[in-house]
């Protein structure tokens, strides 16, 4: 089945302990993309990567790092988690050709206490 | 930069009624319309999109018009069912597909 994973689904963390929340796709897609979603703010662009070790970043890219060194998966790190960061992230995928079609993971609610 | 904004932010509809979703967009640049339905406890899916070269689109009881004159499109659900209640998002694509902009989302609920 086509799709886009991302681990955990949920976690609740604390100030200043690095994570990670990890992508992957199974669609040889060279788009990826991070987005958080916040309640009356809807989806805003962490950070894309065109291509591998290709990445660029959205609207909302502080405090957040990211890496492309496969294909496949579009790690999202958080080096120094805040409160702030405390939100409902998706992991997203299309072609870089063809219909652009943004496939969706199912989300990772985080929370940072 | 693209900036998209989305009213209403909620809408309740009775089983059977017409329900409509109005976007509009600030770069003119922009091309590619989709919608976005969210389904509580999973991501955002398509459920229909437009380009620019048409200004009407329909799939069922689903419909996106586009006037890029004016800068706004809009999604049409007629005949709704309870199954439609979910959060709505339009999107413009920008920056030569970079990034697709997202409206702040419309919450239907339809009651039977």
Redo the contacts between chains.
């Keep these: 089945e086509a799709q ?1 994973t991302q681990n955990p689904r949920y976690l609740i963390t604390v100030t200043g302990k690095k994570l990670t929340v990890t992508c992957s796709q199974n669609m040889n897609h060279e ?1 990826m ?1 991070w ?1 958080r979603q916040d309640p ?6 962490i950070y ?1 990567s ?1 291509n591998v070790e290709v990445t ?1 970043k ?2 909302v890219p502080e405090g957040y790092k990211v890496s492309r060194k496969e294909k496949r998966n579009f790690p999202l790190i958080l080096e120094s988690p805040s409160p702030n960061q405390t939100s409902l992230y ?1 992991c ?1 995928s299309k072609p ?1 050709s063809g219909a ?3 496939t ?4 990772s609610r985080l929370t940072v206490l | ?1 693209e900036n998209v904004e ?1 009213h209403p ?1 909620t809408l309740s509809v009775q089983e059977g009624d017409s329900a409509v979703i109005k976007c509009t967009y600030s770069d003119s640049a922009s091309n ?1 319309f ?1 919608w ?1 339905k969210q389904e509580l ?6 459920i229909i ?1 437009i380009r620019s070269n048409v200004g009407e689109k329909k799939d069922q009881r689903i419909a996106v018009t586009l006037n890029k004159t004016a800068k706004h499109f809009s999604l049409h659900i007629t005949e709704t069912q309870p199954e439609d209640s979910a959060v709505y ?1 339009c999107a413009a ?1 920008h920056q030569a ?9 419309t919450t239907l609920s339809v009651s039977s």
């Design positions: 886009v788009y993309s987005y009356g703010l809807g989806l805003r662009q894309y065109m660029d959205g609207d998706f997203a870089s652009n079609v943004l969706f993971g199912a989300g | 930069g989305q932010s590619y989709p976005y406890g999973k991501g955002p899916q398509l999109d998002f694509e597909g970079t990034a697709l902009i997202f409206g702040k989302g």
